[in-house]
């Protein structure tokens, strides 16, 4: 009995065909011919990961119009975010126009972060930095309008934000929802309040005092 001989077909057309488009397939997908694309901007990041599109009020003011999107530390960045809005504030309006910004930065921020909150799924999202923003500027109420006095107060609020201790981590832990994660900065910012009233009462170190 004569063998059949082997059957190749890798060289032929329509296996050249068969593989030219499984590599067409295994190729990122564009926009053209209307098949669908992957985005790996910041927006889609927003939406997938908050709940919520980018130009939602809540989501702007509770990531500070974006700073809380920045990477590593982003209530670093909310904090720092503050500062200029603060600092215009206080020249325009002086301390009783920070302290109404303040307790309003507080109750649209509460609304914010419970929106945000529920509508990702988390019980505190990292992007939400209204809290530092408020707290920082409740806490820059007891600072002079000084550049030094500002620096400090800034890096003592973010020392007690981090490291939270009694009660600010007991509240971090066991108080939820907008209310939990605009309190546990506030709770920091009194600590700032403190330690800054005593720096200046006693003059403090490197021209803290104005």
Sequence with gaps: MVGRAP???SHSPLAAKGRNLRRRESLPRTRSG???????GRLPYVRNRLGLPFRHPAVLLATWFGAGLLPVSPGSWGALAALPVAWAIRCLWGVPGLAIAAAVAFALGWWAAATVARASGLA??????????????????????????WAVGFLLFRLFDIC???PIGWADRRIHGGFGIMLDDLLAAGYAVLVLSVLLAIGGASGVRS
């Design 164 to 166: 939270k201790p009694w």
């Design 34 to 40: 209307g098949e669908k694309h992957r985005v790996t």
């Design 124 to 149: 505190d999202p990292g992007a939400i930095v209204i809290d530092e923003v408020a707290a920082q500027w409740l806490m820059l109420l007891a600072a002079p309008l000084d550049l030094p006095a």
């Design 7 to 9: 059957l190749t077909i």
